[in-house]
């Protein structure tokens, strides 16, 4: 399984961007799409997921970040509305197959002014 991921860049405090990331391989069935997210100097952090219809959010990004998933083309989206310089990380996505967790290559957003 392979993941691809996109979007990544720098924007301005209050700014938006859209990342997202396409699956690919031997993909029978996902059921979990996702992203973490790991900024300098820290561990890496659980930002959100979606599994079927449900998602789930850390309470930093709530409200301003909505996850997404394509499911016919493997693709699960990240929208991140109102970014702060707090927000600046690498950003992976992550599927998880029969139990097994798969990452991307990950994807950098910078918050700067």
């Known amino acids: 399984v392979q993941l691809q991921a996109s979007g990544g860049g720098l924007v301005q405090p209050g700014g938006s961007l859209r990342l997202s990331c396409a699956a690919s391989?031997?993909?029978?069935?996902?059921?979990?799409m996702g992203w973490y997210r790991q900024a300098p100097g820290k561990q890496r952090e659980w930002v959100a997921s979606v599994s079927g219809g449900s998602t789930l959010y850390t309470d930093s990004v709530k409200g301003r970040f909505t996850v997404s998933r394509d499911n016919a083309k493997n693709t699960v989206f990240l929208q991140m509305n109102s970014l702060k310089p707090e927000d600046t990380a690498v950003y992976y996505c992550?599927?998880?197959?029969?139990?097994?967790?798969?990452w991307g290559q990950g994807t950098q957003v910078t918050v700067s002014s």
């Open positions: 391989g031997s993909i029978f069935s996902i059921n979990v």
């Open positions: 992550y599927v998880i197959i029969m139990a097994t967790h798969y």
